[in-house]
């Protein structure tokens, strides 16, 4: 699948145009702890209107890991609750030379933590997160635990060895409907064939929102000895099923350590 990625420096686009040759659109929603892109709520309606599956994106200015944070609140603001077709994006890049001129530590361990901090914050929200970055930063700096990568390297073909989801493959691309050069991107994974299919599951908050049968589902993995859960909240799973992953995550409300107790409370209430 094809698509654009734009931001304010795109200015109007003729979405409907646009329509015609790409299938999704990555918009920028901001940037930084405060900063709200102009054009961002125009371009998400006008790509929506047309048709295409729809992401956004933020670029970062974090110089610390509590930075990141502040930026993760500011783009959920931002979105106020909406849903896209992908993972949020987190763009944690150099490209205006903002974080070398603050004395920026350009380390793996660094940059890997600020990014971390990030995606830990947004998955919170009950969003997935992806991370934006060259084929050099994935490399050499950043090694997180992502929703999905997005890569940029301005080739005919990608090169990097680890996976990716997206490939940014230029800064100078045409597409109708856009005035001047766009960053034009293949999209090879449709997450929303996934989030349509975990549609259900993923509306169950709290234990006391589940129907019946899925609070039933806890009780029989654990007496059938297909999901374990040790005091320390760690969860083995003796089968193959996504399905108990994603309940258990519920059970919990995504805190991990307080899975053993949620579940002597289902074991208690038969």
């Known amino acids: 699948m094809n698509g654009i990625d734009v931001s304010k420096h795109n200015g109007a ?3 409907t145009s646009a329509a ?43 110089l610390t890991v509590e930075d990141a944070r502040v930026e993760a609140r500011h783009l ?3 979105i106020n609750g909406r849903k896209f077709d992908m993972p949020l994006w987190f763009d944690m890049e150099d490209a205006d030379g903002y974080k070398k001129k603050h004395g920026f530590k350009f380390s793996r361990a ?13 998955r919170a929200a009950g969003y997935q997160c992806g991370v934006y970055a060259s084929k050099s930063w994935f490399e ?10 997005w890569l940029a390297q301005w080739a005919s ?13 230029s800064d ?50 654990v007496h059938a000895g297909i999901v374990a859960v040790d005091d320390a909240g760690e969860i083995a799973v003796q089968e193959c099923s996504v399905q108990p992953m994603v309940y258990l995550d519920r059970l919990c409300g995504g805190q991990i350590e307080k899975l053993p107790e949620a579940i002597k409370v289902l074991q208690t209430s038969e």
Do not use: C
């Open 13 to 15: 686009v003729n979405w």
């Open 172 to 221: 100078s691309g045409t597409v109708l409907g856009v005035t001047g050069k766009v960053d034009t991107n293949v999209l090879y994974t449709e997450f929303w064939k996934e989030q349509e299919e975990d549609e259900e599951m993923k509306t169950y908050k709290h234990t006391t929102e589940m129907p019946e049968w899925a609070r039933d589902t806890f009780v029989r993995l």
């Open 157 to 169: 073909k990608p090169t990097y060895a680890g996976r990716f989801d997206v490939w940014q493959n």
């Open 110 to 122: 660094n940059i890997s933590a600020i990014t971390q901090a990030f995606i830990d914050t947004i």
């Open 140 to 149: 050499d700096y950043i090694q997180v635990d992502a929703d999905a990568i």
């Open 76 to 78: 959920l603001d931002v």
């Open 20 to 62: 015609t040759a790409i299938d999704f659109a990555i918009i920028r929603a901001g940037y930084g702890k405060t900063y709200v892109d102009p054009w961002f709520e125009r371009h998400l309606a006008g790509a929506q209107a047309a048709g295409l599956r729809v992401g956004v994106y933020h670029y970062s200015y974090a």
